[in-house]
């Protein structure tokens, strides 16, 4: 595409040599014509309400009146004595006899009527691709190769592609005004010191259309064949930037409010066509001097902004590079616009004063860095320029909690969540959900400022607020943690403590500058210098039963030592609720005996000899005002199991909606309290018990034991007329990560179980601990 420049240079004061010819006149004439005749009906059907009216009911809006009065509008701007008028002579010039580019100019009026049809009310993006889709019939019945019905493969496939180029034009806009949506809290400021009036925005749509004529597009307008034909001719470039001053035209256009708005876009249209022959241009206005890296969440990266100016008669493409000496050149970790996406190798549009690419310094170092911009033209001129700055970089992130780092979206993004997938089990399926953290917490991330002269960390702060905030200047924020850069070994090592570090760990005394031969301090072993340097240590959230539990924001607040300051939030789920998990046998005492033969009634292997189990095994809601879903639902399973003094343990089946499981993935009972320790002497009368488990003694008896669908362990089994003392044990989990590993807890119920079955006629020692005679 040809050079084209900022609405600044087009939309500036005119002067008497953008509007003082006769070429001029004779354009506006014709443009104020056309205009005069629509105006001219308007006014009789203004004076005519009754015909206005007939109209009403005779007549609905459709899409072939907008397309037919748009053709009517512009039909004598755009025959060729009139379109040529306002050409500069480098351009006449250039083209040469008419006959070998009528196409261009006939393909002009497409994109004029494209222009002003997008600009004409406010549209969203599917009426975009609407009004694209006619553009590209359009261009295609110009060119003598009209769109076929149906269209065919190739013809699809061609429209399809302009639909994802557009999606990418379009999405900037977006972005932009979603951004500005998000966060408001500059536009009062804006407003009121005259920075926001009336016409802001109107430059966006004619954003779009820069961003919307690339080579790609160009090439699925006209179809493969039609492109490798014309591309190569020498005026091409030119056609292309004709086209897109013609599309800002028509967008001025529609929205102009009586003749004098008429003639300024007409003016405005000549003043693009004259800089589409500007010379090859390039230069570098930033980044300067100092410069902080910022978060780009739509590329999930950090950024530095690449400013300039590449552009120019014949304009083919810009290409960036960076280097750390001035020597050795690298092409790479540039994103060129459109962003988002962001991707390619060089940029396609030109640019004049605007962004060229943003520099993803992500994983780069900080320091002085050289950029250097080739731009080329379609003739194979080229303009080179370099410039230089330092990069600040400012590693101010929360990326884990007690090493959990795993997030659903990048940690750029506000409302990224730490998440886990839980596992199937049982009847429950497997799901993805957040997580939550409880108990001694550590914070891991980076808190690095760095690059410039004169700017360091000085200090770090850690902070919490219940709920979910992103703004950091907010009130209410709690101080847990605060780091002070003051020993010369923490300013030695500032630049390796970035990334994952934990930043709950505690800086120990500045061993590097003890005499020999006191030791290095920090725990052992050490990975390298500065992990010697430091005690682990964490955040103790849980200071009473339930301590801090439900959603919370921390806060990482970084100040440098000239006065600046960064931060970075992250959203957390805290539960230091601990589950319940209190286990009984209704039918004995804790310590006393069981007689298996109350409950072998009859003692015939074919049929359960059911002794229930029951106990309570619950977790509470970590915040009960909060819907009753995961993380906030954190419960995830118990697990009973029976152990034999000095032998085998066997886990328990346990009833549920999906049949039996050996897991039990749904509460029972429940301990009547919240915030209380779950003792079990001491339940209040609102407790509910439950049944756990239903257990089949058989699989203690030696001669039945096989009968049990589940394989029953060895050395766990009772011969007839033996006795020996087992143990229940009940296990709660939650779904709450700890530095300690899972959140659990447990409660047991040990017995003495007395097989007092008769021994079986013909047994051994095997199954009877007292034979027949004996």
């Known amino acids: ?87 500069p002579e480098q351009a006449l010039q250039l083209l040469g006899p008419r006959e070998n580019w009528r196409w261009c100019l006939l393909h002009l009026r497409c994109c004029l009527i494209f222009g002003w049809l997008v600009c004409r009310r406010p549209r969203n993006f599917r009426a975009f691709n609407y009004l694209l889709y006619r553009y590209w019939r359009c261009v295609r019945e110009v060119i003598g190769q009209p769109v076929a019905t149906p269209p065919r493969a190739d013809e699809v496939k061609d429209f399809n592609t302009l639909v994802h180029l557009a999606a990418a034009a379009y999405r900037p806009y977006l972005t932009d005004q979603l951004a500005t949506v998000d966060f408001p809290s500059g536009i009062p400021d804006e407003v009121l010191n005259g920075q926001i009036d009336c016409f802001d925005g109107e430059a966006g749509a004619a954003e779009v259309f820069e961003r919307l004529l690339t080579p790609e597009t160009a090439q699925a307008l006209l179809g493969e064949k039609a492109f490798a034909a014309h591309s190569r001719l020498p005026w091409f470039w030119f056609c292309r930037c004709w086209c897109l001053c013609a599309m800002r035209l028509g967008c001025c256009l529609a929205g102009a409010k009586n003749s004098l708005d008429i003639a300024r876009c007409l003016a405005w249209y000549r003043r693009c066509l004259r800089q589409c022959f500007r010379p090859l241009t390039c230069a570098l206005t930033g980044p300067n001097a100092c410069t902080d890296e910022e978060i780009q ?51 396609n549009s030109p640019v004049f004063g605007g962004l060229l690419a943003l520099f993803d310094t992500s994983l780069l170092n900080p320091g002085l ?47 990224a969540r730490f998440i886990e997938t839980v596992p199937a089990l049982c009847a429950r399926p497997a799901s993805t959900s957040e997580v939550s953290f409880g108990g001694c917490l550590s914070v891991q991330g980076g808190a690095f400022v760095g690059g410039c002269e004169q700017r360091t960390v000085k200090r770090y702060t850690l902070d919490y607020k219940p709920g979910f905030e992103t703004d950091c200047s907010s009130g209410g924020w709690v101080n ?10 923490q300013n030695r090592f500032i630049n390796r403590r970035t990334d994952f570090s934990t930043l709950t760990s505690v800086w120990a005394a500045d061993c590097m500058v003890a005499p020999p031969p006191l030791p290095l301090c920090g725990p052992p072993p050490f990975r390298s210098v500065p992990d010697a340097l430091l005690i682990a240590s964490c955040w103790q959230s849980k200071v009473s039963t339930c301590g801090l539990s439900g959603l919370f924001t921390l806060r990482l607040l970084v100040e440098a030592t000239d006065g600046s300051s960064y931060c970075d939030t992250q959203r957390v789920w805290i539960d230091n609720k601990t589950p319940c998990a209190m286990i009984r046998i209704d039918a004995v005492p804790k310590c006393a005996d069981l007689f298996i033969s109350q409950f072998a009634t009859p003692p015939d292997c074919s049929v359960p000899w059911t002794l229930p189990v029951s106990g309570i095994a619950y977790d509470e809601l970590i915040d009960p005002m909060q819907p009753f879903a995961r993380p906030n639902d954190n419960f995830d399973h118990y ?30 009972g429940n301990p009547g309290a919240d915030c209380t320790p779950c003792v079990p002497h001491g339940l209040p009368a609102s407790a509910t018990i439950g049944t756990l488990a239903l257990f089949d003694l ?19 089994t009772l011969r007839r007329q033996e006795c020996c003392v087992y143990q229940f044990d009940l296990w709660v989990y939650d779904r709450t990560i700890t530095s300690s590993g899972v959140h659990w807890a447990h409660d047991s119920w040990p017995i003495k179980i007395c097989n007092d079955l008769p021994c079986p006629p013909g047994g051994d020692e095997t199954t009877c601990a007292r034979l027949p005679g004996q």
């Open 369 to 415: 860095y050289f950029l250097r911009l080739t731009v080329s033209s379609v003739t194979g001129a080229v303009c080179v320029a370099t410039h230089t700055f330092e990069l600040s970089k400012k590693d101010v992130r929360i990326l884990g909690v007690d090493g959990y780092s795993a997030m659903d979206t990048s940690w750029v993004d506000p409302g």
């Open 480 to 489: 847990f943690w605060s780091v002070d850069y003051s020993t010369p070994v």
């Open 1 to 87: 595409m040809a050079d084209t420049p900022t609405d600044t240079d087009l939309d500036g004061p005119l002067s008497p040599d953008d509007i003082g010819d006769e070429s001029f006149k004779l354009a506006l004439n014709a443009l104020l014509a056309a205009h005069q005749s629509q105006l001219e009906d308007d006014l009789k059907q203004a004076k005519d309400p009754e015909r206005l009216k007939a109209e009403l009911l005779k007549v609905l809006p459709d899409c072939e009146q907008e397309f037919a009065f748009a053709d009517r509008l512009f039909e004598g701007f755009m025959k060729e004595d009139v379109a040529v008028r306002l050409l």
């Open 297 to 347: 969440a739509a590329l999930g990266a950090l950024v530095v902004p690449v400013t300039g100016t590449a552009a120019g008669a014949g304009f083919s493409h810009y290409v960036l590079e960076w280097s750390l000496n001035g020597i050795t050149w690298h092409a790479s970790d540039f994103r060129y616009p459109p962003i988002p996406p962001g991707a390619g190798v060089q940029g």
């Open 639 to 668: 697990v009973v199991t029976l152990t034999k003094q000095g032998g085998g343990t066997l886990q328990l089946p346990v009833m549920g909606p999906g049949g039996a499981c050996f897991y039990g993935t749904q509460r029972v």
């Open 698 to 716: 058989r699989a203690l008896d030696a001669v039945c034991s096989s009968q049990v669908p589940y394989p029953v362990p060895a050395n766990f």
